[in-house]
Nanobody, 122 residues
């Protein structure tokens, strides 16, 4: 059974940093690409970042490029999203996702976890 568990969300002031984690189980983790997406109330889902089966290939939304970094530790079955210089518009629920078919590039969102809330406010 595919399971993705996000954690690390919090309330943070503008300009602050957070590191989100996504712990995966139920599939061969190091075989598939993983992505992060976010969704704020009343807004469409937005892809944030993704990483290939190895960390050789990553991709970012323009809105987070230069501020967010995605990485993975295949030994721990975990993907991370380091978020720096946070802005109020980064406020959203953040989800990690995979599709169990994409190895390189960004996966579609076939499986995702319960999400973790990030709130950026003073």
């Amino acid at each position: 059974q595919v399971q993705l568990v996000e954690s690390g969300g919090d309330l943070v002031q503008p300009g602050g940093s957070l590191r989100l984690s996504c712990a995966a189980s139920g599939f061969t983790f190091d075989t598939y690409a993983i992505g992060w997406f976010r969704q704020a109330p009343g807004k469409e889902r937005e892809g944030v970042a993704c990483i290939s089966r190895s960390d050789a290939s990553t991709d970012y939304a323009d809105s987070v490029k230069g501020r967010f970094t995605i990485s993975r530790d295949n030994a721990k079955n975990t993907v991370y999203l380091q978020m720096n210089s946070l802005k109020p518009e980064d406020t959203a629920a953040y989800y990690c996702a995979t599709d169990l078919s994409t190895h390189w590039g960004c996966p579609s969102y076939r499986y995702w976890g319960q999400g973790t809330q990030v709130t950026v406010s003073s």
